[in-house]
């Protein structure tokens, strides 16, 4: 590994969802809303935002559970065509490590930030993170913690 590129935490098991306001960060090579594609990563900070008010947008297409939204802090900031799959992170400044809380699966059509963006919540699939992940979970000790 390198001092810029290290391995990102996997959650903890949570008893109930990311709270409301979390911060979270998300990064990807998608498209702009101009629809230029992006040579180098892209970062936006989001904040966790409650599943009614994602609920109200989105309505029947959004999963009863597994998932939780987030909408951008700077207004504009989305992610687009080409960021399916991003992490979403949270961040911890007493240990200085991300953590891995999400993956992106949707947000608006048109990349305006006028949406939540929709996350697979993945601390549901730790355990089964845990079982395939081939041993590192010995190798990488409280990393899993």
Excluded at 6 to 13: A, G, I, L
Excluded at 18 to 24: A, F, G, H, R, Y
Excluded at 58 to 86: M, N
Aim: aromatic share 8%; net charge negative; hydrophobic share 35%.
């Amino acid at each position: 590994m390198q001092d810029n590129i290290q391995p990102v935490c996997v959650p903890k098991f949570l008893a109930q969802p990311l709270p409301v306001d979390t911060e979270i960060f998300v990064t990807g090579y998608g498209k702009t809303a101009g629809g230029a594609s992006m040579s180098l990563l892209k970062e936006i900070k989001l904040k966790v935002s409650s599943y009614t008010e994602c609920l109200s947008t989105y309505e029947s297409t959004l999963p009863v559970s597994g998932v939780f939204c987030a909408t951008p802090v700077i207004t504009g900031e989305d992610t687009c065509i080409g960021d399916g799959g991003s992490p979403a992170l949270t961040y911890d400044t007493t240990t200085n490590k991300f953590t891995i809380v999400g993956i992106n699966v949707g947000g608006s059509n048109d990349c305006s930030g006028l949406k939540p963006l929709v996350f697979i919540d993945i601390t549901i699939y730790r355990e089964w993170l845990r079982k395939t992940s081939n041993g590192c979970c010995d190798l990488l000790g409280s990393r899993l913690g």
